[in-house]
Nanobody
Framework: VQLQASGGGSVQPGGSLRLSCAAS????????IGWFRQAPGKEREGVVC????????YYADSMKGRFTISRDNAKNTMYLRMNSLKPEDTAVYYC?????????????????WGQGTQVTVSS
């Protein structure tokens, strides 16, 4: 069972990136799946998730309109398209899921995490 995040990098403010999270050993669509991030000196926070029960997307307010989550069930991969990036978006981004309970739309943090991918937004 593995979550493999990739696609991070360095971009200028206003730029875009697409992160990928490839799952192996389980099917993404069976579970809530989401993106989280942690900036230096700050707590980990939720970015966006997809609910397995109703397929709804739940975005953090600061990401609405700029970030888009998607999932390709055939590739068993989740994506995060990030547009209009700001310096405050600089963080390590993680994909995560939980095999025992729902977390999307709640304050609960999932219990299975992939390794992070660094996103740096700087001029």
């Amino acid at each position: 069972v593995q979550l493999q995040a990739s696609g991070g990098g360095s971009v200028q403010p206003g730029g875009s990136l697409r992160l990928s999270c490839a799952a192996s050993g389980f099917s993404l669509y069976h579970y809530d799946i989401g993106w989280f991030r942690q900036a230096p000196g700050k707590e980990r926070e939720g970015v966006v998730c997809i609910s397995s029960s109703d397929n709804n997307r739940y975005y953090a307010d600061s990401m609405k309109g700029r970030f888009t989550i998607s999932r390709d069930n055939a590739k068993n991969t989740m994506y995060l398209r990030m547009n209009s990036l700001k310096p405050e978006d600089t963080a390590v981004y993680y994909c995560a899921t939980d095999f025992s309970q729902y977390f999307c739309g709640t304050n609960y943090f999932p219990d299975y995490w992939g390794q992070g991918t660094q996103v740096t937004v700087s001029s």
